[in-house]
Structures are given as structure tokens and as C-alpha cells.
């Protein structure tokens, strides 16, 4: 079950991680988005899904984490 948790915590913090970065890049100019909408043009090709459906993605990995964490005490 650990192996589960640690995995699932892994996955939120790449996840956060790719989110602020491109936050971060269209911000900053690195990165060009012509649309504002805080995703790289570049990344809106093929990645899109991953964008429109964050809040569900996060919303599913933080309840397995919470599961997890009350489930191994």
C-alpha cells in the first residue's frame, strides 16, 4: 500500500510541477502563448487534454492520497 501512496505522491508533484512550469514560461516570455490562457502553443498540439482536465486529474490524485493516508493508520 505504501508503494501505492509514494507513487501517487509522486505523480501530483510531476504533475504540479509541469503546471507551474508552464504557468512560469508563458509568464516569463520564454515560451510563446498566444491565447493567454497560461499553455505554451507548443504544448496545446498534443497535450491539451492534460490541461483542460487539471482540476479533475489533481482532484482524483489528492483523494487517492487522502484514501491512502487514512487507510494505512
Known sequence: MSEVL???I??????GGVYIY??????SGSLE????NFIPDSWEKN???LFT?????????GLII???I???T
Open 6 to 8: 509514494i507513487t501517487a
Open 10 to 15: 509522486f505523480a501530483a508533484c510531476l504533475l
Open 22 to 27: 508552464a504557468y512560469w514560461a508563458t509568464t
Open 33 to 36: 502563448d498566444e491565447n493567454q
Open 47 to 49: 497535450f491539451k487534454w
Open 53 to 61: 482536465g487539471k482540476t479533475v486529474i489533481m482532484l482524483i490524485l
Open 66 to 68: 487522502g484514501y491512502l
Open 70 to 72: 487514512g487507510a494505512s
